[in-house]
Structures are given as C-alpha cells and as structure tokens.
C-alpha cells in the first residue's frame, strides 16, 4: 500500500458529512484522504486564506529539517504528537532517506489518519500509530505500543509540530511541561505552531476569517504571539536559532524566506538538560 492510495473500508466511526482540520491539511497538502465536505470546507477556507496551504508546506518542510537535526545529534526515537494523515515526508521516512531506521511512534485521534497510517505501517516492526487524544499521557505513554518502541530511558525525538494551535491556553504549556518530565536528558522537543504577530494588515485579515471558518467547523484555532510560545521553552534548552518563521530554522531553500506565508508559523527544537 502506497501512501498515495485512497483510503480503503472506512472504519464506522468517520462520518464522511463532517468535515475535519485534518483531511483539510491533507487536502491543502495536495493529498487524496478526504472527502467532498473536507474539500468545500478547505475550498471555503481557500477562498478567504489563500496563504494557508503555503503555510501548511512551510510546516512540512520544517518537520523534515527537525527531524534531521535529530537523527544529526544521534536520536533513534520518536513520539509525534498529531502525526496526521501519511503523506510525503513521514517522520519515518525522513530517517529511511538519512539511511537510519528509526522506531516511531505516531499519535493522532483522526480516525481517518489512524486508520490509513495502520495500513501504511503494517508490517513494520519499527514503526506505528496509535489512535489517542495526546492530551491523554497515560493513553499515549502506558499504550503497549510505546512501551514496545520507545525506551524513554534514552533521549527521545518528541515532535509537537502543526498541533498545538488547536488547543487552548494554558494547555500547550502545560503539555509540553507534562511530556518532558517522561523524557531523558538529552531528549530533542520539536515545535511548530500558528501565529499572526508580524503578518500583514492584509494576512492578518486572512488569519481572522480562517479562525471564523475553523470555529464555525467546530475546530478553532489559536495564532500566538513569539513571548507566548517563547513560555513554553521554560527550562529547557533552546537550539540556535531559537524560535523562528519556519523557514529561517535550519534554512536549506532560500526560495522559503520570500514565502508571503512565511509571518504565520514559528517553529524551534529545544533540547531537555
Ligand atoms: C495540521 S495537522 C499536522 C500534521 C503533522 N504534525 C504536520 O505537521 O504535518 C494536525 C494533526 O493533529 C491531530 N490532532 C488534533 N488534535 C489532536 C489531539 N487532541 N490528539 C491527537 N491528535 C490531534 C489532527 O487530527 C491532525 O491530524
């Protein structure tokens, strides 16, 4: 099964009718795991945000740097938090092109993103997802599946990219506070999020009627500002060049720093003392 392959037999549990923020970012991200009103939503979106599958990219392409700079500093493990839907570009798949076999564990409670990341995976004895809210530690970290891949008595790779933007304050302080008491010294946090802070009058109009078509889908989302993201860091070690726009973490493609939608994301690694 390819990652490039319609979702086979839907589990009962997805209703097709209501559109779901994941399916969206697929959608934006060019992928085929969504359905006709993820599409009119994600056209509905389009229409007053034509920035946001720019973004969605830039986050991407800031996933994959991160994850190099991990397996650059000797990390062989990871926990994604809110992997999403598979498509190009996989955690897993970035340590197959570094030529490293990494162990994975991707978390989201997408049905859809869990049932066809199942079929991508199956077979792997490296790599897996589990279906859990990742606001639940316990159902993330006591799940058999963690225990199996991951030793948390080692540094660990925890990737927190593109999600916390659905959760409310204080809980991405919160969680990411919990999280790190689980992980070794050592241990690389990956973080990428929303914001709105330098985006332009015209953006920044964009941002606002994005945020009106999320919450009306009942998923809203929260733009934060370089202080509040800066609070979550708290003790721990920030990687240079610290919290950034996306493409100016780790810079590879200049062509990114010209990206109209570069002003929307930050993103940072810290490493835990
Ligand atoms: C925008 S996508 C980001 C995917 C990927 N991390 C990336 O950066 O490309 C956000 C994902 O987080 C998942 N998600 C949202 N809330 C979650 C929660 N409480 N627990 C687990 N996953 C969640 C969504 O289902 C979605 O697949």
Known sequence: MSILDPVPELPASVDARQPSAARAYDYFLGGSHNF?????????????APSIPAVTR???SFLRRAVRY??????????????????????HQVAESAGVTARVVYVDNEPVAYHHAQHVLAGSETTTI????MRDLPAVLDHPDTRR?????????????GVLLYFEDPQPAELIRAYRQRLAP??????????????????RSEMEMLRGAYEAAGE??????????????????L?????????????????ELDDVARPLGYGAVARLP
Request: with cysteine; hydrophobic share 45%; charged share 20%.
């Open 36 to 48: 006709a009103a993820d599409r009119e939503f994600a056209d509905q979106v389009l229409a007053i």
């Open 58 to 60: 830039l986050n991407r």
């Open 70 to 91: 991990c397996l650059d500093q000797g990390i062989r493990q990871f926990l994604d938090l809110g992997s999403g839907i598979p498509t190009v570009g996989n955690t």
């Open 130 to 133: 589990i279906q859990a809210d």
């Open 149 to 161: 891949l991951l030793d948390f008595s080692q540094p660990v790779g925890l990737l927190v990219v």
């Open 186 to 203: 050592g241990s690389l946090i990956a973080v990428s999020t929303l914001t709105d802070e330098h985006a332009s009058p015209a953006l």
């Open 220 to 237: 809203p989302v929260y733009p934060r500002d370089h202080a509040e993201i800066l609070s979550w860091f708290d003790g721990l070690d």
């Open 239 to 255: 990687v240079d060049p610290g919290l950034v726009t996306l493409p100016e973490w780790h810079t590879e493609d200049p062509n």
